[in-house]
């Protein structure tokens, strides 16, 4: 257990979907990984995805990490962007396990990833939080510099769905097991969002859906003019209703001006004295 996992922020979070964060005096026990397998330009968490912001952490110490936040009182152990850590997190997971760990987990991911590797993660993962970014393979090459997106993403989905269903809460509306698929809407992309809605259909229309109004153009989305402002709100609705059409009745639809994206102040040490 030598190798380490490098690691942005960890702390309670208050931004993600209600059976994700709880009440206001609850929260997801939040962990910011360092680096991604995607290479979005509108990336909100640039600084951590694309420059590796963060320290290293052993596989003991994130497991104590887990314990930690669920001493505080977190919800749920809220792992975002874990792909390319996902062998070393396994491994904490079962540890922390060991030593009493017993909030939920969820796998809080940008959808591309591999069935073979899922199905390694089965047996420690409760929740799919994915975000499914593109319908459109063109347009996820452009923008995340990948190809293949959406064939690979909804094989994801698909095995995300056989391994957990959907969305189980407890008697607290808490999120127990299941998937909740996000789906950030671009501006001028409105067919990439309706192919994304459609995937997503086709698999199951109780899929709890998570509709996000939240972009803004940072990073490097400059460069590319339609991108390089904020969303229509027209533009939006135009979405919500392909979502209605599609039989997607399940989950929430973000309000214009708020974050379900947490940005960490990174000049701030964590709130835990770990």
């Known amino acids: 257990m030598n190798e380490k996992i490098k690691i942005a922020w960890f702390g309670k979070h ?72 996902w062998q070393l997190i396994r491994q904490s997971i079962l540890l922390a396990r060991e030593k009493g760990l017993n909030l939920p987990i969820v ?42 997106y959406p064939a690979v993403a909804e094989s994801a989905l698909r095995e995300m769905f056989r391994q957990k269903g959907n969305l189980q809460l407890d008697e607290n509306g808490i999120a127990k097991t299941g998937i909740i698929v996000r789906h950030l809407v671009l501006p001028d992309n409105l067919e990439n969002s309706f192919k994304a809605l459609q995937i997503i259909s086709n698999i199951d229309k109780e899929i709890h859906v998570s509709l996000m109004n939240q972009y803004f153009p940072v990073f490097n989305a400059g460069d590319f003019s339609e991108i390089n402002k904020t969303l229509d709100e027209s533009d939006f609705e135009k979405v919500f209703d392909k979502q209605s059409e599609s039989g997607l009745n399940n989950g929430w639809v973000q309000e214009r001006g708020s974050s379900e994206t947490f940005v960490p102040d990174f000049e701030k040490t964590n709130p835990f004295s770990f």
């Not at 208050?14 to 939040?30: H, L």
């Not at 390694?120 to 990948?146: M, N, R, T």
Request: include cysteine; charge should be negative; hydrophobic fraction near 40%.
């Open 14 to 85: 208050f931004g993600e979907e209600p059976p994700i964060s709880g009440s206001e005096n609850q929260g997801a026990g939040a962990i910011f990984f360092s680096g991604c397998n995607l290479h979005c330009v509108f990336c909100q968490n640039f600084q951590i995805s694309q420059n590796s912001l963060g320290k290293y952490f052993s596989v003991e110490e994130l497991s104590e990490i887990m314990l930690e936040l669920q001493r505080a009182g977190a919800v749920c152990i809220d792992l975002v962007t874990p792909t390319i850590w």
């Open 107 to 148: 796998w809080n991911s940008n959808a591309f990833e591999s069935v073979e590797m899922l199905q390694q993660i089965e047996d420690v993962v409760d929740i799919y939080l994915p975000d499914f970014k593109y319908g459109d393979e063109k347009i996820a090459e452009k923008y995340s510099q990948v190809k293949n």
